[in-house]
RNA sequence: GCUCCCAUCGUCUAGUGGUCUAGGACACCGCCCUCUCACGGCGGAGACAGGGGUUCGACUCCCCUUGGGAGUACCA
């Protein structure tokens, strides 16, 4: 067998789906293991939708995931080019040479007719297919076309006899009755391939051996499969993967919340869990291992393993995972990850001095095991580094309005005024001594200060805020809260 | 309609005729740890879609039904 090639061949219309994402990584994963070349190639065929920044965002996409690619935009490769627009002249010698070897005519048919003959079909409760009505036209008819000025497509003259076998990776022998194949469109009347015909000609050119990709392509490859015999072209080995659904087990869709990459990127979603929980969405090793480092995934990774049945996305899983990986990371490597998003929150300034990193990092470090997302940073390290406190209301009800919250605030204040050190050993005999005092549970004389500090009933370990917030914006916040209990009982 | 694919806990899955009174992970529930939350630890509930075969024996093989998904474009 020959080197592996494989390839990932998105059509630049919108954001790199996670669908897609899976499909690019299953592929890349086989390249890298074995020691193969993963292409990339951009199908944007269709003029309508196509988009440059839809290109730039794909390739923004999987170098955040880490998916380099070995040949392809911006990185070349002996089988170029890799955009199928630059390819159009490439289509046409194809083309051509079906025609030369009678497998391809050209139709005039009009989509007003094709459209009535569909709907005839459908009457009459037959396949939808068409009916080759192009298919003998005489060399009078064809000029007689082309001088009332009509438009025509060219059809690929499919066979009708037999069957088409794909022996797919994932899902085994597939047989199609020949019978169901019509003669399709190759090439649009604008001179544009269509998507059937332009996969064939690059996977053969680019001399993809295994072709990879959802499983929503499984019905179109006998299709393919006749025009690589056609051609006499070799057939590349199929693997279709299954879908990946909603929730409500239809497939997949912004409806269900976020499915591109770069808005898993931006929730703050690491490119580590991402990888780690696609690869698991539809492939799995055993029955033991949930976590994988992307080498790892390399050096385990099989189509044989893969499941055949679609899956559905659960975020819920993918979070925790997240938290998994996020706990996993150096305290500097989180510090890199959100320094440029708490720039812009002016969390943190351009140049952040050494003690403002350091003190940044401790706070990092007193959150990191109880974020899942980066982005759950925004709410619970605000705190830290701005003066308005956001009051979660709830938290004030059931703490600050309490039955003697005001009393243990004030007691409390005078105490952290007075204390040498604003240090965790100072602290907490502080608040020791007031449990005493007040014959209260520990709870009960740190929850008011919580509220007090955080403005909620959530946060890190109360010794840790207080010393990361500061004395000064700590007791200024405790006489914020004083007032406002005291204005809360005046009203009541 | 026609063609193709698929079917184990709510979800992702392990399981390739006896090892299954079906294993793990997420989610859920309870307990422990504890200044809240999280982390961590312990425990619980929870599945072989249905019906026929084949076989000494079916979650595992075959058929049918049902249910889901995909394709059937001058989209990809």
């Known amino acids: 067998m020959g080197q592996v090639r494989v390839r990932f061949a998105p059509s630049p219309t919108g954001h790199l789906h996670v669908g ?41 996409s999987m170098e955040f995931l880490g998916l380099e690619w070995d040949e392809g935009p911006g990185k070349g490769g002996e089988f170029g080019p890799y955009f199928q ?14 025609v030369k070897s009678g497998r391809a005519y050209e139709c005039f048919c009009t989509p007003k007719e094709l459209d009535e003959m569909r709907q005839a079909q459908k009457q009459r409760k037959e396949d939808l297919k068409y009916d080759g009505r192009c298919r003998h036209l005489t060399e009078e008819q064809r000029q007689e076309f082309i001088k009332q000025g009509k438009k025509s497509v060219l059809r690929f003259k499919a066979e009708n006899e037999g069957v088409t076998v794909v022996n797919d990776l994932i899902k085994g022998k597939v047989t199609f009755d020949n019978h169901q194949l019509d003669d399709f469109v190759i090439i649009k009347s604008d001179g544009i391939p269509t998507y059937n015909f332009a996969v064939v000609i690059d996977d053969a050119l680019m001399q ?20 690589y015999k056609a051609l006499d072209f070799n057939v590349p080995r199929f693997a279709h993967m299954p879908m990946i659904l909603g929730p409500d087990k239809s497939l997949l869709s912004k409806r269900h919340g976020a499915t591109s990459v770069t808005q898993f990127r931006d929730e703050g979603y690491l490119p580590s869990a991402m990888i780690n929980y696609l690869a698991l969405l539809g492939w799995s090793y055993d029955d033991a291992q949930t976590i994988f480092a992307k080498q790892e995934l390399i050096d385990k990774f099989s189509l044989e393993k893969v499941s055949k049945n679609p899956a559905v996305f659960d975020i819920k899983k993918l979070q925790w995972m997240n938290g998994v990986y996020i706990r996993e990371l150096e305290i500097d490597e989180l510090y890199q990850m959100v320094l440029p998003h708490w720039q812009e929150l002016e969390f943190l300034p351009k140049n952040p001095s050494n003690e403002q990193k350091e003190r940044a990092k401790s706070i990092l470090k007193s959150l990191q095991e109880r ?12 705190y830290f580094f701005q003066d308005e406190l956001r009051y979660n209301e709830k938290a004030v009800r059931k703490v600050l309005y309490k039955e003697g919250s005001l009393e243990i605030l004030g007691y409390l204040l005078t105490e952290l005024l007075a204390v040498k050190e604003f240090t965790q050993e100072n602290l907490e005999p502080i608040f020791k001594q007031a449990q005493n005092k007040f ?15 955080t403005g909620t009933n959530v946060s890190p370990g109360i010794y840790d805020v ?16 004083m007032e406002m209990i005291k204005f809360h009982q005046k009203e009541v």
Request: hydrophobic share 40%; proline share 2%; charged share 30%.
């Open 20 to 60: 897609g994402a899976r499909t690019a990584l299953f592929n890349y994963l086989l390249a890298r293991q074995l020691q193969g070349v993963f292409v990339l190639r951009i199908e944007d065929t269709d003029m309508e939708r196509s988009t440059e920044e839809s290109v730039t965002v794909i390739l923004e």
């Open 85 to 98: 627009s630059q390819r159009l002249d490439i289509y046409r010698k194809y083309a051509d040479m079906l």
């Open 208 to 227: 993809i051996s295994h072709v990879i990709r959802g499983e929503d392509h499984l019905s179109n490859t006998p299709k393919q499969i006749q025009i």
């Open 371 to 382: 974020i899942k997302l980066l982005s759950d940073l925004d709410d619970s390290a605000y």
């Open 439 to 453: 014959e209260r549970k520990l709870g009960d004389i740190m929850q008011p200060v919580r509220v007090a500090v």
């Open 466 to 481: 207080l010393g990361l917030v500061g004395r000064a914006k700590s007791c200024q916040r405790i006489k914020n809260a």
